[in-house]
């Protein structure tokens, strides 16, 4: 599946070459404390502060908000940075390593999930960019969202070491101007009105804990798409850790950032309050910081469109087999733009109801999946895999995997009655439970139990040999690329 010498020079060199096909060892340049400020940026920017109004905007407090926001950042952290092992172990994206559990056209099911995560967030970014800004400078929504979207999908068509790139510079930008801020907070620097309204309900904990759950499990689908560029033995838990605490610090710090701002400034929209309470520190501030932040979360679109297109361009050669050249990734990238943008310049809702059904959705429809991928990867399979066979349709894995599909989809079953939609719609056990929202866990728990139990009659010692044949022709393959 090497892209052909069109794919390779007809765009120029200087766009990434990868995108479906497997890394070759001498191609891994990567390093692992890349890791943790681009997953640091990640969540560094006002998206992640809306995220800190669910639970004031539902009558909590502010410290049981950040009590709330900081277990579920956590929580949902867990499968994320598990999931980066993935990449440098096998050096393939995400969802191509899922045709393990699924097959390899099985695997159009958690496709149809993620592909729905990544242009529901670029279209809940562009939301929330075009009203913060046109809140700040009164810009048109309508260029704000197609200028976002060429500068993310330029960065998306460069690919991967361009993006790395551009997240440890914006890092670098950001991080001492949130600094200045959240110091100022503790001073009494920053404004607001010192009271802190609101109580403590379970309705409110468990919305603002899902919420920020969801945020970072939402990232699982692309975690190792992200690390598959490190060298092959990289030790698993410095990438754990680096994916771990970049992604869970940052989400953390501007979660408890954006509680703060909805009980003490009365806070509704992220941006605009960002920019009150840094120019409340000295004028100018207010600003840099806004627009840092906005520079932030287009750089997050660049890595949904990258992730996108991946998932696009695995589900086309599910069907049909594709040659994944350059030109393929421009054309796919280009078409998902077309796609967010269409869809965002049609959201009337305000951007936090857009925000919390989107994450809510998100999760529902991932839970299934990343347990029963992690659970194959580390319990069943324990990391060893026929390479190869991955892009051989109907080969070793199959062509749709019975025990992967059967378990995404007994979970994603089990959790319908207890689903809870903010003003959509709540299923007959989530009124029981009075509307705390606990139907993503319940997907969880019954699809990694059901592929774990499901899994006692798979005969994982028979694919060694397919597994050792695969080790081999890779090594013997200078250009890295399975055969097929």
């Known amino acids: ?12 060199r200087q766009i990434e070459r990868r995108s479906i096909d497997y890394v070759p060892e001498d191609e891994r340049h990567g390093k692992v404390w890349h890791q943790g400020p681009f997953w640091f940026l990640g969540n560094f920017q006002f998206f992640t502060i809306t995220i800190g109004f669910i639970g004031p905007g539902l009558g909590l407090s502010l410290g049981w908000s950040i009590l709330a926001g900081t277990l579920g950042i956590l929580f949902g952290t867990l499968f994320m940075a598990f999931h980066a092992i993935q990449g440098a172990q096998l050096g393939l994206p995400q969802m191509i390593q899922s045709r393990g559990q699924f097959g390899y056209r099985g695997v159009l099911l958690p496709l149809v999930a993620t592909f729905f995560t990544f242009v529901a967030f670029n279209v809940v970014d562009s ?36 993006l790395h790139t551009l997240f440890r510079v914006l890092f670098y930008i950001s991080l001492p101007l949130y600094v200045v801020l959240t110091v100022a907070i503790f001073l009494g620097g920053a404004g607001g009105n010192g009271s802190s309204p609101g109580a403590f309900t379970w309705i409110a904990f468990m919305a603002q804990f899902t919420a920020s759950a969801s ?8 975690v190792s798409d992200y690390s598959r560029y ?42 605009v309050s960002l920019r009150d309470a840094g120019d409340a520190v000295f004028t100018g501030l207010g600003v840099v910081l806004a627009l840092s932040s906005v520079a932030a979360l287009v750089a997050t679109m660049g890595i ?28 796919t990238i280009l078409a998902l733009a077309v796609l967010w943008v269409a869809v965002s310049l049609s959201i009337s809702a305000g951007a936090v109801d857009v925000l919390f059904a989107a994450l809510i959705m998100m999760l529902y429809l991932l839970s299934p999946w990343t347990a029963v991928n992690l659970i194959d990867y580390f319990f069943v399979r324990h990391g060893r895999y026929a390479i190869t066979e991955l892009f051989v349709p109907g080969g070793l894995y199959g062509t749709w995997a019975w025990r992967g599909i059967t378990a995404f989809l007994v979970g994603l079953a089990a959790s319908i009655p207890f689903w809870v939609l903010p003003g959509i719609w709540t299923a007959p056990l989530g009124n029981v439970l009075q509307g705390i929202d606990i139907a993503w866990l319940v997907g969880l728990i019954v699809s990694g139990a059901t592929y774990y139990v499901l899994s006692r ?28």
Request: proline share 4%; no cysteine; hydrophobic share 50%.
């Open 1 to 12: 599946m090497a892209a052909s010498a069109e794919g390779r020079e007809g765009l120029g």
């Open 304 to 331: 949904n469109a990258y992730g996108a297109m991946l998932t696009t361009v695995t589900a086309i050669d599910a069907v049909k087999k594709v040659e994944p050249t350059r030109r393929l990734r421009v054309i």
């Open 457 to 484: 009659s798979l005969d994982v010692e028979a694919e060694g040999a397919e597994v050792r044949a695969s080790e081999q022709k890779l090594e013997g393959d200078p250009t890295g690329a399975p055969s097929v």
């Open 127 to 162: 939301v929330l960019i075009s009203a913060g800004l046109g809140g700040l400078f009164g810009w048109n929504g309508t260029v704000v969202i197609v200028a976002i979207a060429v500068i993310a999908a330029l960065f998306a068509i460069y690919g991967h070491d361009y």
């Open 215 to 222: 945020y970072n499990i939402t990232y699982a689908p692309y």
């Open 230 to 271: 490190l060298p092959r033995y990289t030790r698993p838990r410095a990438i754990i850790a680096a994916v771990f605490f970049g992604a869970s610090g940052s989400a953390v710090w501007l979660i408890s950032l954006g509680a703060w701002l909805a009980t003490r400034l009365e806070a509704t929209d992220a941006l």
